[in-house]
């Protein structure tokens, strides 16, 4: 069985770092590209960045570009999301995803087949 599980979340001040992990169990993540989503509440869940499954190619949401970025170590198979300059309207719960033997950069939620549980992200003003 193949899960993943999120780590780093927290409660932050605004204009401070976060670093978010996640770690895939089950299986190898080389065939896979890997994701981040973002679902504060009452709201659609947001594409937030993703990676391929070779760490070489990565794609970033269009307003959080300059702010976060995405990197992935496959023989720790593990996921990270570094999340700067947080703002706010950052505050949600933050998911990761795997796609299988997606080559690319997807970004629609709709490609990912696997999905953590999530961890709370709470930026204070």
């Known amino acids: 069985q193949v899960t993943l599980v999120e780590t780093g979340g927290g409660l932050v001040q605004a204009g401070t770092s976060l670093r978010l992990s996640c770690v895939v169990s089950?299986?190898?993540?080389?065939?896979?590209?890997m994701g981040w989503f973002r679902q504060a509440p009452g709201k659609e869940r947001e594409f937030v960045a993703c990676?391929?499954?070779?760490?070489?190619?990565?794609e970033i949401g269009d307003s959080l570009k300059g702010r976060f970025t995405i990197s992935r170590d496959n023989d720790k198979r593990t996921v990270t999301l570094q999340m700067n300059s947080l703002k706010p309207e950052d505050t949600a719960i933050y998911l990761c995803?795997?796609?299988?033997?997606?080559?690319?950069?997807?970004?629609?939620?709709?490609?990912?087949?696997?999905w953590g549980q999530g961890t709370q992200v709470t930026v204070s003003s």
């Open positions: 990676v391929d499954y070779a760490g070489t190619r990565s």
């Open positions: 995803a795997a796609a299988w033997a997606d080559f690319g950069t997807p970004r629609s939620a709709e490609e990912f087949g696997i």
């Open positions: 089950g299986t190898s993540i080389v065939t896979y590209a």
